[in-house]
């Protein structure tokens, strides 16, 4: 599409990166070309091999855009409308993180989901000793001598000792792959100032400090503490017309693992001396649910400060 919206051409594309560098290129030219890509599965090489062919590549935002109440809606007219945008300076546009921002945040996400499927394979071992009626002799099954005794001495059926056993040796297997990306994301980050500065805040260990740090990436982008609150998901909606405003729950925009990290972080805890003063005042007025929202929006705004500043100043007033 040209400068006034003029069609020039419509190419259809399946990952086929030397017929998508030719295409642009026949359409300005061989000058450089503004792109817009929209930010579904699988964007990272489209971006990559247009960039260094020098073009100018834009990130649609996939839900920043306001696509209508078209009766069709496929490929072709995204992509034209997507152009339009562009075209008149109305387009909502998304973050390209840089390569090695990508390939942490790849680490990151992949060792949430192990840690996820671990947690599963543990349920089921607390699932199959119930159905024997026995009870955990620990709190932790599988951090205490005292639980993996329990589970090395349990006496069952032997299609239940079949599955213990199946499900111990896969948790095993979770366990070796989980420490080597540990491993991995530490050593990536081991320079990191603001890394080393978040862990300061109490709740945040290295876990949830390299998931803040990959999934924010450069902190310069976020112009306050309040800008990364918004984009993290954890300010109220708003809706305003003429003098009504109306403030809704909390938008849950953005990174979903932020959200947890930092919910994660004063799960337990709730934080400082400060933090906990200020969960319990919340939670007395408007209930435990939103006292969580609250502190962790607070404990974002720390973590914003840390990852800009290399150190959170506020914890050295108030000892």
């Not at 419509?10 to 000058?31: H, K, Q, Y």
């Not at 930010?39 to 990130?59: K, N, T």
């Not at 111990?168 to 080597?180: F, G, K, S, T």
Request: glycine letters at 8%; charged letters at 30%.
């Amino acid at each position: 599409m040209d400068a006034d919206g003029k069609e020039i051409s419509t190419v259809r594309i399946f990952n086929e990166p030397e017929r998508l560098v030719s295409a642009v290129a026949a359409a300005v030219d061989g000058r450089d070309a503004e792109v817009v890509v929209e930010a579904c599965y699988g964007w990272y090489w489209a971006v990559d091999l247009l960039q260094a062919e020098g073009h100018r590549v834009r990130l649609s935002h996939p839900s920043g855009n306001n696509w209508g109440h078209r009766r069709v809606k496929n490929d072709e007219r995204d992509a034209r409308d997507l152009a339009d945008l562009c075209r008149l300076g109305r387009l909502a546009e998304a973050w390209i993180a840089p390569p090695e921002i990508r390939q942490l945040r790849e680490l990151v996400r992949y060792r949430h989901r192990l840690s996820q499927l671990r947690a599963g394979l543990k349920a089921q071992v607390h699932a199959v000793m119930a159905k024997e009626g026995v009870l955990p002799a620990a709190s932790n099954l599988f951090g205490t001598i005292g639980g993996r005794r329990q589970l090395e001495e349990l006496v069952v059926a032997d299609a239940f000792l079949i599955r213990l056993e199946s499900l111990l040796d896969l948790i095993e297997v979770y366990d070796r792959q989980i420490a080597m990306l540990d491993a991995n994301i530490a050593e990536r980050l081991r320079d990191h100032s603001g890394y080393r500065a978040i862990q300061q805040l109490n709740g945040i260990g290295p876990v949830l400090a390299a998931i803040l740090v990959a999934e924010i990436g450069d902190i310069g982008r976020f112009r306050s503490a309040e800008a990364l609150c918004s984009w993290a998901g954890l300010t109220p909606l708003h809706r305003e017309s003429d003098t009504t405003v109306h403030r809704g729950p909390i938008t849950k925009m953005g990174s979903p693992l932020v959200r947890w990290a930092v919910q994660e972080g004063i799960a337990r805890h709730k934080g400082d001396t400060k933090l906990r003063a200020d969960f319990a005042r919340i939670a007395e007025r408007r209930g435990k649910h939103k006292a969580r929202i609250a502190v962790a929006r607070k404990l974002l705004t720390l973590v914003f400060y840390g990852l800009r500043d290399g150190e959170i100043r506020a914890l050295a007033t108030t000892g």
